[in-house]
T-cell receptor, first 113, second 115 residues
Framework: QKEVEQDPGPLSVPEGAIVSLNCTYS??????FMWYRQYSRKGPELLMY????GNKEDGRFTAQVDKSSKYISLFIRDSQPSDSATYLC?????????????FGSGTRLSIRP | NAGVTQTPKFQVLKTGQSMTLQCAQD?????MSWYRQDPGMGLRLIHY???????DQGEVPNGYNVSRSTTEDFPLRLLSAAPSQTSVYFC??????????????FGPGTRLTVL
C-alpha cells in the first residue's frame, strides 16, 4: 500500500464549477501538507501549504486537512480553464532535514470553457 | 533570481551510455534532491543532499550517482543508461529548518529517452 493515495483522474468539469481534489494517507506522523500544481511539460509549483488539521484559504483555493481521517482536500471555486493542470498532494513528517516529502501520483484536471 | 535550473531540457541516449544531468539553484538552499516522474507513479525520490559533501539515497537510487561539492550545484549521473531510466527528471531545492522547511522549489525538468 502506498503511503499517499490520490485518484489519477482525469477529472473534467465545466468552467465555474467547484472542484474537489482529495488524497488519503497512512502515516500518522505526517504534519505538513502541501498541494502542487503542474502544468503540462513544466515542473511542479507549490500552491498551498498547511500545518496539521484545519482549513487554509487563498483566493479561490481552500486546503482542508482532517488528520483523524487521514484525508486532505483541495477545493477550487469558480474554476477557470487556466486551472487545467495536474494537482499533486504532498506531505511531510516535520522540520528535520531528514524528513522526506512524499508525493501522491497526481490528479489530472481539465476545465471545459 | 533564476530559482532552480536544469540542463539539458531533452536528451536521447543509447543503452549503456553515460551522462550527467545538471542542476543549480541560487536560493542558498541546503537541501537539494532529484526525482523521476513516470506516468501513474508520481514523483519518486532518487537521491538527496542536505549540504555540500553530504548525500543520501532516496526511494529509487539504483543506476544513479550524485555528488555535492558546492551549495549551488547537484548533478545526477547515469552510469550506464537503461531503457527503464526513460523518464522526466526533476531537481528540487528547499531550505532546512524554519517556516519554509517544506516549501520545495522544482526545476523545469529534463526529458530523457534511453533507446
Amino acid at each position: 500500500q502506498k503511503e499517499v493515495e490520490q485518484d489519477p483522474g482525469p477529472l473534467s468539469v465545466p468552467e465555474g464549477a467547484i472542484v474537489s481534489l482529495n488524497c488519503t494517507y497512512s502515516n500518522s506522523a505526517f504534519q505538513y501538507f502541501m498541494w502542487y500544481r503542474q502544468y503540462s511539460r513544466k515542473g511542479p509549483e507549490l500552491l498551498m501549504y498547511t500545518y496539521s488539521s484545519g482549513n487554509k484559504e487563498d483566493g479561490r483555493f481552500t486546503a482542508q486537512v482532517d488528520k483523524s481521517s487521514k484525508y486532505i482536500s483541495l477545493f477550487i471555486r469558480d474554476s477557470q480553464p487556466s486551472d487545467s493542470a495536474t494537482y499533486l498532494c504532498a506531505m511531510s513528517g516535520g522540520y528535520s532535514s531528514a524528513s522526506k516529502i512524499i508525493f501522491g501520483s497526481g490528479t489530472r484536471l481539465s476545465i471545459r470553457p | 533570481n533564476a530559482g532552480v535550473t536544469q540542463t539539458p531540457k531533452f536528451q536521447v541516449l543509447k543503452t549503456g551510455q553515460s551522462m550527467t544531468l545538471q542542476c543549480a539553484q541560487d536560493m542558498n538552499h541546503e537541501y537539494m534532491s532529484w526525482y523521476r516522474q513516470d506516468p501513474g507513479m508520481g514523483l519518486r525520490l532518487i537521491h538527496y543532499s542536505v549540504g555540500a559533501g553530504i548525500t543520501d539515497q532516496g526511494e529509487v537510487p539504483n543506476g544513479y550517482n550524485v555528488s555535492r561539492s558546492t551549495t549551488e550545484d547537484f548533478p545526477l549521473r547515469l552510469l550506464s543508461a537503461a531503457p527503464s531510466q526513460t523518464s522526466v527528471y526533476f531537481c528540487a531545492s528547499r531550505a532546512i529548518g524554519g517556516p519554509t522547511q517544506n516549501e520545495q522549489f522544482f526545476g523545469p525538468g529534463t526529458r530523457l529517452t534511453v533507446l
